[in-house]
């Protein structure tokens, strides 16, 4: 879980993704990921592929 992961609270990550998605004006997560990735925002390798968590 990303909160976990970071620390932080579920609420607070949520709070991140909605501001970021009305930002990039994204109606659906998939959106959001493809515009993170469109602007450099996202590594090239998803963890599970890099040997990662």
């Keep these: 879980e990303i909160a976990q992961?970071?620390?932080?609270?579920?609420?607070?990550?949520?709070?991140?993704?909605?501001?970021?998605m009305t930002l990039f004006q994204a109606h659906s997560t998939i959106t959001l990921l493809?515009?993170?990735?469109?602007?450099?925002?996202?590594?090239?390798q998803p963890a599970w592929h890099r040997g990662g968590a």
């Design 34 to 44: 493809r515009e993170a990735e469109r602007r450099g925002m996202l590594p090239l």
């Design 5 to 20: 992961g970071l620390g932080i609270s579920v609420r607070t990550v949520e709070s991140h993704r909605h501001a970021l």
